[in-house]
């Protein structure tokens, strides 16, 4: 599965509560939600629902339904609002940027393989292009608010250094490794920035599918894992899990193992099936034993890139809550729903 339901930066909206700017007492038809005035109608959230979740597992309750629904419309409310705050700020994409992020997406495929792709996913051109480019300017928008902004100082990186001296010290190979975890059935903790969680075997196979594709165009490794992993540990953290001892991969399973050791810095694997379910790695850096010093450049890059992850990530969260402060939303979905609420 090729198309992204919500591109990376988008997607850390999801992570956050839905606000109701106001309750309504008549609710406009097949309107599930307005923001600023603009409708998200009942016909675009099961488009996205259906996408979302091509199947139910046998036995889902009507609540259950309920409750993805809400989760997705959380979503989509904060996609527009990113989106309305682009165009006000004039950052729409420009039909060639959309052209481009469409090509490389079918570039994978020949021309018969991407209509099947559009098929299955119940969408048209038209409608891909249109993702696209609210895709494409929600990533101007975060890129000039947020990114460009940041920087880190040499002090900052001294100071980090003199404060985890200890995690550049390695008393036997350690392997900087980062993962995406995909698994089969309900889990008491989501963590990830679409609040999602493949709920039968198989979404679980069509989602890494659909996480190995976006990689394999490019996409940012942690933060589609930010955006998808189902490990409550390591996805708000860019599925980074640190430095892990050789010997303490004699605790994880011999393929996993053997892929570890197989990959070189930087490059991912392909989708891994292990008893716990799916997982694409990556080996950030394998360092021998010893004491890394400040001036290896391994080391300031990866505490600039530590440091800059941190900071994004707060100013991302910070600035969508002062984007949402700004908007007028109404949730009439969860009005509806709403005991107090949906009786008035």
Request: hydrophobic content about 40%.
């Amino acid at each position: 599965m090729f198309l992204p339901r919500f591109s990376a930066p988008l997607l850390l909206a999801a992570a956050l509560a839905g606000g109701l700017a106001g309750c309504r007492k008549t609710v406009p038809t097949n309107v599930a939600a307005a923001v600023n005035g603009r409708a998200i109608t009942y016909s675009d959230l099961d488009k996205q629902y259906k996408r979302q979740f091509p199947q139910q597992p046998e036995g889902a309750t009507p609540d259950q339904v309920l409750f993805q629904k809400l989760e997705l419309l959380r979503a989509m409310i904060d996609e527009e609002i990113l989106l309305q705050r682009a165009e006000k700020l004039s950052l729409l994409a420009r039909d060639e940027d959309v052209e481009a992020r469409l090509n490389e997406i079918k570039a994978p495929y020949t021309q018969e393989e991407f209509q099947k792709q559009l098929d299955a996913q119940g969408m048209t051109l038209e409608e891909l292009k249109s993702q696209i480019r609210r895709s494409l300017s929600i990533e101007k928008l975060l890129n000039r608010e947020i990114g460009n902004q940041i920087t880190i100082s040499d002090k900052d990186v001294n100071e980090f250094y003199e404060a985890n001296k200890a995690m550049f010290r390695f008393p036997e190979t350690n392997y900087h490794i980062a993962r995406i975890v995909v698994t089969a059935g309900p889990a008491p903790e989501i963590r990830n920035l679409t609040g999602t969680k493949a709920l039968t075997e198989d979404q679980a196979r069509k989602k890494i599918q659909m996480i190995e594709a976006r990689l394999k165009q490019g996409e940012d490794f942690s933060k589609v894992a930010q955006a998808f992993s189902e490990d409550p540990q390591s996805a708000p953290n860019g599925g980074d899990m640190g430095f892990i001892p050789e010997s303490a991969l004699q605790q994880a399973d011999a393929e996993t193992r053997r892929v570890i050791m197989s990959l070189v810095p930087g490059q991912i694997s392909s989708p891994l099936r292990t008893q716990g379910g799916w997982q694409i790695l990556k080996l950030i850096a394998r360092e021998p034993a010893g004491q890394r010093e400040l001036n290896d450049p391994r080391v300031q890059q990866n505490i600039r890139e530590t440091l800059r992850t941190r900071k994004e990530q707060l100013l991302r969260n910070a600035y969508l809550d002062a984007c949402r402060n700004e908007a007028q939303v109404v949730n009439y979905l969860a009005l509806s729903l709403a005991p107090g609420f949906s009786k008035k």
